[in-house]
C-alpha cells in the first residue's frame, strides 16, 4: 500500500534560511566578543568564543577576506583567549615544562642534527634565537623541541608526556596548533615575522611565559638559602 508524504518545501526552505541566519548572528557575535577580548584585554564567554570561531573558521576567515581586512585577526583572537584561559593552569605545572620552537626559527647556515624523535637538537651556536631560548630555558627546567613538523609533536607529547607547554609559530599554526595541545595548559607566543624561513622571536616574551612557572629571581633565592652555612647559636 503505497503512502503518500507530501513535503512542504517552503516550510523546509524556511527553517533552512532561518537556522543560517541563526549562525551568521552567533559567529558575528562570538567575533565580536573577540576583538573585543583583544583590545580591552577583558575575557567574556571565552568557551563560546572559541567554540564558535573554530567551528567557523574557514567561513570567518573568508568572510575577512571578502571585505579585505586582516584575516590573522581570527587567529590572534584565539589564541588569546586560549592564553588567556589556560593560564592558572599553566602557571600551576612545574614537572616535565616544554618549549616547542618551529625550524624556521634556525639560521640557514645551522648545522645541528635532527633526532628522529624530538627533533632538531640546537648547539647554541648563537646564530638564531633558539641558542638564547634554549640556555634561558634550561634555567627554568624547561626542555626545548626544535621541531622539523606536526608529526613530532604528537611522538612528543607521547613520548615525552609533556604537563604544560609554550608554543611559538606563526599566528595561523598558534591558533591551530594550541587547539590540538588543549588536553595540557599551553602558551602561545607569535614570530616577529613570517615565511617559513629564518623567522624571528621576542625572545623576551618566551622567557615572560617561562617566568609565569619558574621565575628565575624564585631560583636564585632557593640556591642561596640552599647553600647558607647555618649560624651556630652562640657564636660570634
Not at 500500500?1 to 516550510?11: E, G, H, P, Q, S
Not at 624571528?200 to 640552599?226: F, G, H, I, Q, Y
Request: hydrophobic content about 45%.
Amino acid at each position: 500500500m503505497a503512502i503518500n508524504v507530501a513535503i512542504n518545501f517552503a516550510l523546509i526552505g524556511k527553517i533552512a534560511v532561518g537556522l543560517f541566519i541563526t549562525l551568521v548572528i552567533f559567529n558575528l557575535l562570538a567575533l565580536a566578543i573577540g576583538i573585543y577580548t583583544l583590545r580591552r584585554k577583558k575575557i567574556l564567554f571565552p568557551k563560546f568564543v572559541l567554540f564558535t570561531l573554530y567551528l567557523f573558521y574557514a567561513p570567518t576567515k573568508w568572510f575577512f577576506n571578502f571585505f579585505s581586512m586582516n584575516e590573522l585577526v581570527v587567529d590572534e583572537i584565539l589564541v588569546e583567549i586560549q592564553n588567556a584561559v589556560y593560564l592558572d593552569k599553566f602557571k600551576k605545572q612545574d614537572q616535565r615544562k616544554i618549549v616547542l620552537l618551529p625550524q624556521c626559527l634556525r639560521n640557514s647556515n645551522c648545522h645541528a642534527r635532527c633526532d628522529p624523535l624530538y627533533g632538531f637538537i640546537c648547539t647554541k651556536c648563537g646564530q638564531c634565537d633558539i641558542g638564547e631560548i634554549t640556555v634561558e630555558a634550561e634555567k627554568r627546567d624547561f626542555k626545548v623541541f626544535i621541531i622539523p613538523g606536526s608529526s613530532f609533536v604528537k611522538k612528543i607529547f607521547k613520548e615525552y608526556k609533556p604537563t604544560s607547554c609554550i608554543g611559538v609559530a606563526c599566528r595561523v599554526e598558534l591558533s591551530e596548533s594550541m587547539q590540538k595541545a588543549s588536553v595540557i595548559p599551553s602558551q602561545g607566543v607569535y614570530l616577529l615575522n613570517e615565511g617559513c624561513f629564518e623567522t624571528n622571536v621576542n625572545v623576551s616574551d618566551v622567557v615572560e611565559k617561562m617566568d609565569l612557572v619558574t621565575p628565575l629571581s624564585s631560583l636564585k633565592e632557593n640556591a642561596v638559602e640552599e647553600n647558607a652555612v647555618p649560624v651556630k647559636g652562640g657564636e660570634s
